[in-house]
Antibody
C-alpha cells in the first residue's frame, strides 16, 4: 500500500523559513517523480514544485521560484520542500503527491497518490 | 499565463448526469486529468489521460475531450459524489509547469 506522510508544517512569521518532509512507503521511491501542491484556505489547488525520480530535474511555480527548493533523498524515501522568505500568501495546506512517471516533463505527469497534507500558517 | 477554466458550480439531482467542463488552449496537445476532493480529505485521481479511469473508480465516472475542452461526466450521480472537482494539465510552452483549473463544486440536490 502506497503511503505518503507529510510533516514539518506549523506557524511561522513572515520572512521566516520552514522545511516540509514527505515520507513515502510502499513504493520504489526513486522510480517516481514527485510534486508539492498547496491549497490556501477556501481556495483551489495550486501546483508548487516538481522533481524527477533521480532528483536532478526540478521545476517551480513562478510564485515560489527563488524562495522554495524541492529535493529528495532516495536512500530515505523522503521528499522535501525548503521554504524561505515566507509570505502570508504562502499560508496553505501543503500536499505531497506521487506521479506514475519518472520524469516531470514526460507525457503523463499527473498524481496518482496524495498525502493528507500539512498546514503552513504564515502570520505575525 | 496559461489557465484552465472550470465552472464554479454544478448542481444535479441524484440519479441524473453531471457534466463538468474544463477549457484551455493547450488541451489539444496535452492530456487532462481530473481529481475529486471531498470535504476534509486529500484529492483523489478519478480520470487520467483524458479518458482513462483508475482502478477502484466507479464506472459512472468518465472523461472525454473535444478540441480545447475536456469534460468529466458522472452518470447516475450519487450523494457520495458531492465534492470539488479539479482538472489538471501542463504548460510546456516555456518553462514546464503544472496547471490546475479553479475547481467546480458539485452539489447533489
Amino acid at each position: 500500500e502506497v503511503q505518503l506522510l507529510e510533516s514539518g508544517g506549523g506557524l511561522v512569521q513572515p520572512g521566516g523559513s520552514l522545511r516540509l518532509s514527505c515520507a513515502a512507503s510502499g513504493i520504489t521511491f526513486s522510480n517516481y517523480a514527485m510534486t508539492w501542491v498547496r491549497q490556501a484556505p477556501g481556495k483551489g489547488l495550486q501546483w508548487v514544485s516538481g522533481i524527477g525520480g533521480s532528483g536532478s530535474s526540478t521545476y517551480y511555480a513562478d510564485s515560489v521560484k527563488g524562495r522554495f527548493t524541492i529535493s529528495r533523498d532516495n536512500s530515505k524515501n523522503t521528499l522535501y520542500l525548503q521554504m524561505n522568505s515566507l509570505r502570508a500568501e504562502d499560508t496553505a495546506v501543503y500536499y505531497c503527491a506521487k506521479s506514475p512517471v519518472n520524469i516531470v516533463v514526460e507525457t503523463g505527469y499527473y498524481f496518482d497518490y496524495w498525502g493528507q497534507g500539512t498546514l503552513v500558517t504564515v502570520s505575525s | 499565463s496559461y489557465e484552465l477554466t472550470q465552472p464554479p458550480s454544478v448542481s444535479v439531482s441524484p440519479g441524473q448526469t453531471a457534466r463538468i467542463t474544463c477549457s484551455g488552449d493547450a488541451l489539444p496537445k496535452q492530456y487532462a486529468y481530473w481529481y475529486q476532493e471531498k470535504s476534509g480529505q486529500a484529492p483523489a485521481l478519478v480520470i487520467y489521460k483524458d479518458t482513462e479511469r483508475p482502478s477502484g473508480i466507479p464506472e459512472r465516472f468518465s472523461g472525454s475531450s473535444s478540441g480545447t475542452t475536456v469534460t468529466l461526466t458522472i452518470s447516475g450521480v450519487q450523494a457520495e459524489d458531492e465534492a470539488d472537482y479539479y482538472c489538471q494539465s501542463a504548460d510546456s510552452s516555456g518553462t514546464y509547469r503544472v496547471v490546475f483549473g479553479g475547481g467546480t463544486k458539485l452539489t447533489v440536490l
